[in-house]
């Protein structure tokens, strides 16, 4: 018996965290922040035998540090490319909380003790814990990105974490091989819905790209600086246009080239992200918009960093074309955008002359393969996390493929 207890990211995308209770070990997948609002899990005891971060997105890592301001001195677990990538993500976050005016949650000493303690366990490796034995595999989201597999006695858990089943330019699909599982935590970012097909998004933005640099136009990516800069980077490259990368993705790039194995293709990344243009001061951005270009900048929800600056010069331009891609959430200036039109921030609140698209070049798996991935593993019990329709898909999954499917609240604890 297991005792599963939802802390964070119970009907809700976002502050992912797992209380996992074998009886006699006690371990937390993930501790996420809520990264629009900073809202916070609840709060794990802190005699935990492990911690183990699924992935660097900072709703999975967000909060780990503050395990130790808050005493915790034992191990953290995450594959080396989650660590070198969170480190970044996390320092930066720390920036962005006293930026807000937020309390921080931890100090940066405690991104240092977290350092000390963290133990590296690639994908496709494990680690014994008293009785229990933890083992990470591929999820396909992002580079270094992890299931994890809690072995005991006479149990099989499975935490998808935040998965992709389907290669993308970055990614290879997630590792999906796996025989007796008993019990699978899942997320469900995309219950509702599926995405579009790939290939074709990868067309329209090249033709996007095409249309607008043969009329002397820039086209505007803003990007996650984990994985859909490097995405939109090795969809482009090919194309023989100048691009210019700018903001936090091109530190994340170099991370990540660290770890070859956690990518599809090293070393196609490395040529296209050597040929690169890279921008770090407004004098070099401004010499960026003397010429046809693509520019790949931060930040992906364009509620701050170099976007602003570009958006600013760009804006009145009906040659340059600017497409989002990704999912913008709620009361973030990329979302404002995305439904009206407008660019406001800082003062600034003014109508985009720019040609405008939405490529859904999603990270997350979708609807028909979640269920195709059940169907195959075919679980005693599944648990869905990390979904806004968490509830109905779990009730869609009972009465439609008799699975024993639930989406428990923040706080509720399930017997598995
Ligand atoms: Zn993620
Ligand atoms: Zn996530």
């Known amino acids: 018996m297991i005792d599963i207890r939802v802390l964070g990211s119970g009907r809700e995308v976002g502050r992912s965290a797992i209380l996992i209770d074998t009886g006699t070990e006690k371990l937390l997948f993930d501790y996420g922040i809520e990264v629009q609002d900073m809202g916070v899990p609840k709060m794990p005891p802190l005699n935990l035998d492990g911690v183990f971060i699924s992935h660097a997105h900072l709703d999975h890592s967000g909060l780990a540090p503050q395990l130790y301001a808050a005493g915790y001195e034992g191990r953290t677990f995450m594959t080396s490319a989650t660590r070198d990538i969170s480190y970044e993500l996390l320092k930066d976050s720390l920036h962005v909380q006293k930026k807000k005016g937020i309390r921080p949650h931890f100090l940066p000493a405690h991104i240092n003790v977290m350092e000390e303690n963290t133990k590296i366990i690639e994908n496709g490796e494990g680690v014994s814990i008293g009785k229990s034995k933890i083992s990470l595999e591929s999820s396909g989201h992002i580079p270094g990105s992890s299931q994890t597999i809690l072995e005991t006695k006479n149990d099989k858990l499975l935490y998808t974490a935040d998965i992709k089943f389907i290669d993308t330019q970055?990614?290879?699909?997630?590792?999906?091989?796996?025989?007796?599982?008993?019990?699978?935590?899942?997320?469900?970012?995309?219950?509702?819905?599926?995405?579009?097909?790939?290939?074709?998004?990868?067309?329209?933005?090249?033709?996007?790209?095409?249309?607008?640099?043969?009329?002397?136009?820039?086209?505007?990516?803003?990007?996650?600086?984990?994985?859909?800069?490097?995405?939109?980077?090795?969809?482009?490259?090919?194309?023989?246009?100048?691009?210019?990368?700018?903001?936090?993705?091109?530190?994340?790039?170099?991370?990540?080239?660290?770890?070859?194995?956690?990518?599809?293709?090293?070393?196609?990344?490395?040529?296209?992200?050597?040929?690169?243009?890279?921008?770090?001061?407004?004098?070099?951005?401004?010499?960026?918009?003397?010429?046809?270009?693509?520019?790949?900048?931060?930040?992906?929800?364009?509620?701050?960093?170099?976007?602003?600056?570009?958006?600013?010069?760009?804006?009145?331009?009906?040659?340059?074309?600017?497409?989002?891609?990704?999912?913008?959430?709620?009361?973030?200036?990329?979302?404002?955008?995305?439904?009206?039109?407008?660019?406001?921030?800082?003062?600034?609140?003014?109508?985009?002359?720019?040609?405008?698209?939405?490529?859904?070049?999603?990270?997350?798996?979708?609807?028909?393969?979640?269920?195709?991935?059940?169907?195959?593993?075919?679980?005693?019990?599944?648990?869905?996390?990390?979904?806004?329709?968490?509830?109905?898909?779990?009730?869609?999954?009972?009465?439609?493929?008799?699975?024993?499917?639930?989406?428990?609240a923040n706080g509720e604890k399930i017997n598995v």
Do not use: W
């Open 170 to 408: 970055l990614m290879s699909g997630a590792h999906t091989e796996f025989d007796d599982v008993k019990t699978i935590i899942s997320e469900s970012t995309y219950s509702y819905t599926d995405h579009p097909d790939r290939k074709s998004l990868e067309d329209r933005l090249r033709e996007i790209a095409q249309e607008t640099l043969y009329n002397n136009g820039i086209l505007l990516l803003p990007a996650f600086a984990v994985g859909r800069t490097q995405e939109l980077l090795l969809i482009l490259s090919d194309l023989g246009f100048p691009i210019v990368m700018d903001g936090m993705g091109i530190e994340i790039t170099e991370k990540i080239l660290m770890h070859p194995d956690s990518i599809r293709d090293a070393d196609k990344l490395a040529s296209a992200f050597s040929e690169a243009g890279k921008a770090r001061r407004d004098s070099q951005r401004a010499s960026v918009l003397q010429e046809p270009c693509i520019i790949i900048t931060t930040s992906g929800m364009m509620n701050g960093g170099p976007i602003s600056y570009y958006m600013k010069h760009l804006h009145k331009r009906k040659d340059c074309a600017i497409v989002q891609t990704g999912f913008q959430v709620e009361g973030t200036v990329g979302r404002v955008f995305k439904d009206t039109g407008r660019y406001v921030t800082n003062g600034l609140d003014v109508n985009s002359h720019m040609k405008y698209d939405f490529l859904d070049f999603s990270a997350h798996t979708d609807r028909s393969h979640l269920i195709e991935f059940y169907k195959k593993l075919n679980p005693e019990n599944i648990v869905l996390v990390h979904g806004d329709h968490a509830e109905d898909f779990a009730a869609e999954l009972r009465e439609e493929h008799g699975f024993n499917a639930s989406a428990p």
